[in-house]
């Protein structure tokens, strides 16, 4: 790879990702405070002791912004990883069988998506146990709907072509023509999706947290942190306004990252040698 071909907004982007990442993999050591440890003043301002000032309770803010950053991204990663596992399976066998199969997936999806997200996460997160697997879950299973509609949309175009007939005709199983004929056609379209769907699991985490049924206090996560600092902006105070500019210039960087692949991936199947 060029590395002087990279863009200066790939570069940003990968820059504010290592960085969150970093965070979110070593944040007991990096973390001047604990999680949950009560240092303060209740909001006390910037500088000092405190880089960034102290939160509603007295915790430090640069603490919990440090370990808000691992809960967000394992749980936004994980719900996004499984929401593709799901979606893309579903829609390449739909594809694949073709017929009542394709019809009966395609219709239930589309079922789904006609319920509004939130609303239909608040009332089964409201119902069930807040545990941490159900939110992972609940979030999967309402993103695959999304991905379902764009993988399906993907491999029909792939699903006509020759080399796909050819392995039809050698008379490969439908498994193998999913992961090694289809699959790898669809890459770059996935690949721009998969980033997509990872931002707006970040920003529905965070939706889902400042409603109360994220994730659940004394663990940090960004989401949570506006909610219990939002009374402070009437008050002068910025705590609230910190976690949420970290969640906009995350997804931003992952969003710059995700143009930036396509783009290459796109041009290397294109053959153009300076990709």
């Given at each position: 790879m060029n590395l002087r071909a990279i863009p200066l907004s790939a570069w940003m982007g990968m820059a504010g990702l290592a960085v969150a990442l970093?965070?979110?993999?070593?944040a007991p050591w990096i973390a001047p405070h604990g999680e949950g440890d009560v240092v303060g003043d209740i909001w006390a301002p910037m500088g000092g002791d405190f880089v960034l000032g102290t939160d509603n309770l007295g915790r430090d803010l640069l603490s919990r912004l440090i370990y808000g950053a691992r809960t967000t991204i394992l749980v936004s990663l994980t719900a996004t990883v499984l929401s593709f596992a799901i979606g893309m399976f579903l829609?390449?066998?739909a594809v694949v069988r073709g017929g009542i199969v394709d019809q009966a997936f395609s219709r239930f999806n589309d079922l789904m998506m006609a319920i509004p997200t939130l609303i239909f996460a608040l009332v089964?997160?409201?119902v069930l146990p807040q545990e941490t697997w159900i939110l992972v879950l609940v979030m999967a299973i309402l993103d695959s709907t999304r991905v379902f509609r764009i993988g399906r949309a993907v491999a029909l175009d792939?699903?006509?072509m020759e080399f796909v007939e050819a392995a039809r005709l050698r008379g490969e199983g439908k498994v193998w023509i999913i992961f090694r004929e289809i699959l790898p056609n669809t890459l770059?379209?996935?690949?721009a999706e998969f980033g997509l769907r990872f931002a707006f699991a970040i920003l529905f985490l965070s939706t889902l947290s400042f409603l109360g049924l994220g994730i659940q206090p004394?663990?940090?996560d960004w989401g949570g942190m506006v909610k219990d600092n939002k009374d402070g902006i009437i008050f002068g105070v910025s705590?609230?306004?910190i976690p949420g500019a970290a969640i906009a210039l995350l997804a931003v960087c992952i969003n710059l990252v995700v143009d930036w692949l396509t783009k290459r991936t796109s041009s290397l199947k294109g053959g153009r040698a300076d990709a």
């Open positions: 970093v965070c979110a993999a070593f829609s390449f066998m089964v997160l409201a792939v699903a006509v770059s379209p996935l690949l004394p663990t940090a705590a609230s306004l």
